[in-house]
Every structure is written in structure tokens, then in C-alpha cells.
T-cell receptor
Framework: DAGVIQSPRHEVTEMGQEVTLRCKPISGHNSLFWYRQTMMRGLELLIYFNNNVPIDDSGMPEDRFSAKMPNASFSTLKIQPSEPRDSAVYFC????????????FGPGTRLLVL | AQSVTQLGSHVSVSEGALVLLRCNYSSSVPPYLFWYVQYPNQGLQLLLKYTSAATLVKGINGFEAEFKKSETSFHLTKPSAHMSDAAEYFCAVKTSYDKVIFGPGTSLSVIP
């Protein structure tokens, strides 16, 4: 299996622009997670889906952030409008289920908002 | 609510020395516990996990961790450090009722 695939790997944008991050989970995995990693705040869970349904979005920082999972093989995380403080590495992870199973992380998208 | 703390944001060991990375958790119900490793510019990958079976858990690359309920700890050890072990290590806790919580991470440096 190719593992979790994320695109783009790097994104540089200007403040106010819309940013869309993409994720393809491992085939057969039922749960998908979006994380943000910064030096100041560490690794934060933003949202997770189970069977394409958002279960917990309490980690989404504000209304500028939105996530969708239209089908079992694709998810997006959108920031609109983007701000410099959104600069971080965003990881997508998937697992067989959301309880005790191992999470498999993608390589991340490094976002820089100028 | 559950939480996890990792004592020491940065640990340095000599090559061949014992590696000990500390993790303490707080949970009102029996937890699942994980150690993940992150190499530079990569995502996290699982080292090992405890899911209420044996209290001593063996993982990849020679790492192991022991679940001690009385101490609410799940420390990660490796008898002999290798240069390739230099990375960031994250302890994580989860219950059947809640999302996974990651600790702040410990950066391990291995000195030749």
C-alpha cells in the first residue's frame, strides 16, 4: 500500500488567500484525522471522521477552517481566509477504527502564510 | 478527561547508552497507550502500543515500554542507543470514549 498520501507537500501563500489541503487515506481504513503541528502548540487534533462522518471537530480553531470527507478515499482541509498564524505542518492520518487502532500518518503539508 | 505529560523536552544520550523517555498519563478509565516516533520532515509512525494485554510491550527498533498502573506511567526504553534513534518521540493516550491525546514530545539526541 502507498500509505497516506497528502498534497501538496509544501504551500506558500499570502494572507487572505484560500488554502486547500488534500488527503487520501489508506484503503480500507474507516477513520481519518487531521492534525496541526507547531513548535508552540505541539501536535493538535483538529477534526476526525469515522466512516466519512465528522465525529469531533472541537479542535478546529475557528470558522475559517473547514474539513470535508466526500467519500472514503478523499478528504480536504480548507482555510479561508488564511492568516500568518496558520503557518504550520498539517498532518492527515488514518486508522482501521477510531478506538484502539494504530494511526498511520501522511508525510504532512508544510504551510507558510506570508 | 485524559492527559499525558512527558518529562524532559530534550534528552541526550551517548551512542550505546540506555535510552529512557518518560511518559505519565491521567485517565479515569483504562487507557490505551502509544509511543510514536517522528523523524525529521516526516509524519509520525507507531513504535508500540499498550491495549490492556501484557504490561511490557515490545516495539520496533528494539524499543519497549512498561505499563505501570500504580505509577500511571508508560516509559519508553532501549538498552543501547543508535545514531539512527535521533528523533522526536511522542507518547499518546486514548480511551474507548475519547479522542487520542498526544504529549508535547521529547527530542532525543544521540552523541557519537
Amino acid at each position: 500500500d502507498a500509505g497516506v498520501i497528502q498534497s501538496p507537500r509544501h504551500e506558500v501563500t499570502e494572507m487572505g488567500q484560500e488554502v486547500t489541503l488534500r488527503c487520501k487515506p489508506i484503503s480500507g481504513h474507516n477513520s481519518l484525522f487531521w492534525y496541526r503541528q507547531t513548535m508552540m502548540r505541539g501536535l493538535e487534533l483538529l477534526i476526525y471522521f469515522n466512516n466519512n462522518v465528522p465525529i469531533d471537530d472541537s479542535g478546529m480553531p475557528e470558522d475559517r477552517f473547514s474539513a470535508k470527507m466526500p467519500n472514503a478515499s478523499f478528504s480536504t482541509l480548507k482555510i479561508q481566509p488564511s492568516e500568518p498564524r496558520d503557518s504550520a505542518v498539517y498532518f492527515c492520518a488514518s486508522s482501521l477504527d477510531s478506538i484502539q487502532e494504530t494511526q498511520y500518518f501522511g508525510p504532512g503539508t508544510r504551510l507558510l502564510v506570508l | 478527561a485524559q492527559s499525558v505529560t512527558q518529562l524532559g523536552s530534550h534528552v541526550s544520550v551517548s551512542e550505546g547508552a540506555l535510552v529512557l523517555l518518560r511518559c505519565n498519563y491521567s485517565s479515569s478509565v483504562p487507557p490505551y497507550l502509544f509511543w510514536y516516533v517522528q523523524y525529521p520532515n516526516q509524519g509520525l509512525q507507531l513504535l508500540l502500543k499498550y491495549t490492556s494485554a501484557a504490561t511490557l510491550v515490545k516495539g520496533i527498533n528494539g524499543f519497549e515500554a512498561e505499563f505501570k498502573k500504580s505509577e500511571t506511567s508508560f516509559h519508553l526504553t532501549k538498552p543501547s542507543a543508535h545514531m539512527s534513534d535521533a528523533a522526536e518521540y511522542f507518547c499518546a493516550v486514548k480511551t474507548s470514549y475519547d479522542k487520542v491525546i498526544f504529549g508535547p514530545g521529547t527530542s532525543l539526541s544521540v552523541i557519537p
